[in-house]
């Protein structure tokens, strides 16, 4: 039986189809979000089965997650992004106790059951520091791609101190250091120095080992490193981060039978 | 018999009267002064409205609900302070808040720092007193201090109204407040019932600024009766139980409580100041001295601003055994410091009786509210525990 899980985030959206019988994943795809987020999907969804040989009545369930979620009127099912990305990690990391996830406009932490449930989970509020946005704004700034970034950070070993926990001041704030001549590579290096200080604060002083990093953030270079030094444990990044969500929709979808 | 239509309008009716509760509240006000009475704004539950009731007094809550009035409010204020503190002085800048407009004096109080420099600014404009309120509970001295500055404020409030307060006044005054805590203390405790008959926001609404409106008290005792028993649609027993604690939720900014309500859940419990805190407990009325009785009964309230604030624990410990919840959600306003740092001790306290929690902090702008609704959500798939994979 094949099942399907749409992760509808603030900067992309992801496909994974499900085979739920051999509870293998069948295909997978990732997209720009744009205006009319429910076409935008369906369209993705209808490219991702053709690639798997399928079409859409042979999907039994399709559970919708991420913050465009209820947009999805297509879906069956929404089940919010804390949940999927549990599940997502439990089918790929077995014994994964905390998640923590990086996107476009949020960061979280999961704490898990040995079981795999949810036990609690924390979110960043109103702030955008510390998510992939802040990424985006810096990556403009300093006038590389998004994908570069990380390579630019690891050019150095001397990150320069970002202090402005908030997104709009962390710029005005890189404005004044590359007025001052600081290297991008440094200002690069720092921003994720500073990232994740903000989500090590985040996952607090007593995290559960083994730590598993999900969500778009965690393919940028660097960011996993920096974050494993912030919290003082080692940071085992997801398989394809970015549809860990998605694939926690589809596993959801096939439980829901 | 009668119809299905007009029980349902007979079972509503106490929840229809408190939809006009400002309306009632000002025709009550007005009514009042004709008779000689005095309006007095306060915006905080340590304030002992018996005291102002026995002088004369129309105690109302001046604490401000709309988002509205913060613009104005910031021409003064920083923007990084407490919504609730801004909304109201917003109604002070902007004289848009007529039972404000109305009050002959301002009992304020120190509990906190946001509030305590916002007086000092409104105090320009208005006559204003403010309580000193000693911050260790249980410390003898401080009683006698809290004890002080409850005669100072008799004196104040004598000399103002031109009127003696009396023992057997005060005594009035406290047999009545502790009527209408009763009364509000039972509703609440409909909610300790497998299948609450109302909803948090229903609940929450069922109050009014003014206390001891005799129309009100008449409404409580209505509820009570025509209540139990109502049907809740989705059903009760569908939804996740919520304790809620943390910050008044004051009229107007409500939005918290109903994206909690709309999400799956069912506010049972209200510890913040705008739930059962000010009325768990009563004024002695056998007491030999009232004014004593008087100060020990709001010296109890366990707010934020106590150090330590254990009262609050315990408190927590016992509404979570008798209204059972399946979390805890505790709201924070942006700036609200001493919650804030409190929410550590609660979010523990929730760990060790084995119940999620979620902390919220916002403000009075609805931008958030989508994230607000995905963690209540997400909490609410925790407590159910039902996709697991």
């Known amino acids: 039986m094949i099942f399907a899980g749409i992760d509808a985030g603030s900067r992309t959206v992801k496909v994974v189809v499900l085979d739920g019988t051999r509870r293998k994943v069948v295909a997978s795809g990732v997209a720009d979000q744009g205006v009319r987020q429910a076409d935008l999907a369906g369209r993705l969804l209808d490219k991702v089965l053709k690639k798997g040989g399928l079409r859409r009545k042979d999907i039994r369930r399709i559970v919708a997650t991420g913050y465009g979620r209820d947009a999805i009127s297509f879906a069956g099912t929404t089940i919010t992004e804390i949940t999927c990305h549990a599940a997502g990690v439990r089918e790929q990391d077995c014994d994964a106790r905390t998640v923590i996830d990086i996107g476009g406009q949020d960061s979280k932490v999961m704490r898990l059951d040995a079981d795999g449930a949810v036990r609690d989970f924390v979110m960043n509020d109103r702030c955008a520091a510390g998510t992939g946005r802040f990424l985006e704004v810096v990556a403009e700034r300093l006038r590389v791609r998004l994908d570069h970034l990380g390579a630019l950070s690891g050019r150095t070993r001397n990150p320069v101190p970002i202090n402005s926990t908030c997104v709009v001041f962390a710029e005005t704030e890189i404005v004044g250091l590359l007025a001052s001549g600081t290297a991008p590579a440094r200002i690069a290096a720092g921003v994720q120095v500073a990232m994740a200080a903000r989500v090590a604060v985040m996952a607090g002083r007593n995290v559960t080992t083994p730590i598993v990093f999900t969500g778009g953030v965690a393919m940028v270079p660097g960011i996993a490193r920096a974050l494993a030094r912030a919290i003082g444990h080692p940071i085992r990044t997801a398989e394809q981060p970015q549809l860990t969500g998605a694939l926690g929709a589809a596993i959801l979808a096939a439980a829901g039978e | ?389």
């Not at chain 2, 809550?61 to 302070?81: F, Q, T």
């Not at chain 2, 209505?222 to 304790?243: E, M, N």
């Open chain 2, 1 to 389: 018999m009668r119809s299905q239509r007009s029980q349902r309008h007979a079972v509503d009716g106490p929840l229809v009267w408190f939809g006009g509760m400002v309306e009632h509240c000002l025709d009550h006000a007005r009514a009042r002064i004709k008779r000689g009475g005095h309006v007095v704004g306060m915006a905080c539950e340590y304030t002992p409205r018996e005291l102002i009731m026995a002088a004369g007094g129309v105690p109302v809550c001046l604490c401000g609900g709309d988002a509205d009035m913060i613009p104005a409010a910031e021409e003064m204020l920083p923007s990084n302070l407490c919504p609730l503190i801004k909304s109201t002085f917003g109604y002070s800048v902007r004289r848009e808040n007529p039972f404000l407009e109305m009050a002959e004096l301002v009992v304020a109080e120190t509990t906190c720092d946001g509030k305590k420099k916002m007086y000092e600014l409104m105090a320009e404009s208005r006559p204003v007193h403010v309580m000193e309120l000693p911050q260790k509970p249980g410390d003898q001295d401080a009683m006698r201090h809290w004890v002080r500055e409850l005669h100072k404020l008799k004196e104040v409030l004598e000399e103002r109204f031109k009127k003696r307060i009396t023992g057997s006044g005060l005594r009035k005054a406290i047999a009545l407040m502790n009527r209408e805590r009763g009364l509000r203390r039972d509703l609440a405790g409909l909610m300790k019932a497998e299948v609450p008959p109302i909803t948090g926001l229903e609940l929450l609404g069922m109050k009014s600024i003014i206390s001891c409106i005799p129309s009100d008290l008449a409404q409580y005792r209505r509820a009570l009766k025509v209540l139990p028993g109502r049907i809740l649609k989705p059903s009760a027993r569908s939804r996740t139980r919520v304790l809620l604690t943390g910050v008044p939720i004051p009229h107007g900014a409500e939005r918290v409580v109903g994206l909690i309500e709309n999400s799956g859940g069912l506010v049972v419990c209200q510890e913040n100041c705008t739930g059962l805190k000010p009325i768990l407990e009563d004024v002695d009325a056998a007491a030999p001295d009232p004014m004593l009785a008087i100060a020990g009964k709001y010296f109890h309230l366990p707010c934020s601003v106590m150090t330590r604030n254990d009262r609050r624990l315990d408190s927590l410990h016992e509404l979570v055994r008798d209204f059972r919840p399946q979390c805890v959600v505790e709201v924070i306003w942006q700036a609200c410091l001493t919650y804030d740092v409190e929410s550590f001790r609660v979010k523990r306290l929730a760990g060790e009786l084995g119940l999620p929690y979620l902390r919220i902090e916002t403000d009075y702008s609805p931008s958030d509210s989508a994230r607000i609704e995905t963690r209540v959500q997400a909490l609410f798939e925790t407590v159910r525990g039902r996709y697991k994979s």
